[in-house]
């Protein structure tokens, strides 16, 4: 697993990953000397290195970066390659951004137009990190949590759906990037189901939840 970006929800992330056995590295806009102490905290399955260097590594790579930056993520290394994109666009963060503000574009179409030639996959925008660490249930349990995703290519939505699954996850078809709205910032489905921020434990949310609250998404 290779991160482009090591915040909140790529920390989390890169901790799943590692508990589940997956190799993961870790890259940020600042340089891998920034990362060590994450790295060492996370133990020997995970590295520092350059976004260049950590798109390249990964058979599966996580964007998990402000969208203001998405045209700083490497493109060659992503290319043919499965990448989930965790990112919500806010404009007080990332600046107005026209075809985000007309909703002419998801953020996740945005994304596409620089990196063409990745798979791509919507997935962990829609849930506070805190609760993404806590609300992790090995396959089988009553009160496993659901994530939606969303993506044009069947092969990479099922290596994301596995890899959730790894971690501790099931996963809800949300459709393709064009419908990736439906899971993005003020949506029923985002945050909510899953509790307030004030609990950090969070609370688990079935599958029927899920689809009824992407269901009554408006845009």
Request: hydrophobic content about 45%; proline content about 7%; glycine content about 10%.
């Given at each position: 697993m290779g991160f482009i970006g090591s915040g909140s929800i790529g920390r989390t992330l890169a901790r799943l990953a590692v508990g589940a056995g997956h190799q993961v590295v870790l890259s940020n806009s600042r340089g891998p000397e920034t990362l060590v102490d994450m790295a060492e905290d996370l133990g020997p399955r995970a590295s520092a290195a350059t976004s260049e260097e950590a798109a390249a590594a990964g058979d599966i790579v996580v964007v998990t970066v402000p969208v203001s930056a998405f045209p700083d993520v490497p493109t060659p290394p992503?290319?043919?390659?499965?990448v989930?994109?965790?990112?919500?666009y806010g404009p007080e963060r990332d600046g107005h951004i026209p075809e985000l503000d007309s909703k002419s574009l998801t953020s996740s179409e945005l994304l596409l137009r620089y990196v063409p030639d990745a798979l791509l996959v919507k997935a962990f925008n829609n849930i506070f990190?805190?609760?993404?660490?806590?609300?992790?249930?090995?396959?089988?349990?009553a009160d496993r949590s659901y994530l939606p995703i969303a993506g044009d290519s069947a092969p990479a939505k099922a290596a994301v759906t596995e890899f959730i699954d790894s971690i501790g996850y099931s996963v809800v078809d949300a459709g393709t990037l064009a419908d990736s709205w439906r899971q993005a910032t003020g949506t029923p489905?985002?945050?909510?189901?899953y509790g307030a921020y004030s609990n950090e434990k969070g609370q688990p949310v079935g599958e029927d939840a899920i689809r009824a609250a992407l269901a009554t998404a408006t845009r």
């Open positions: 992503l290319a043919g390659k499965t989930i994109d965790t990112c919500n990190f805190k609760h993404l660490l806590s609300l992790a249930r090995p396959a089988g349990a489905v985002w945050g909510t189901p």
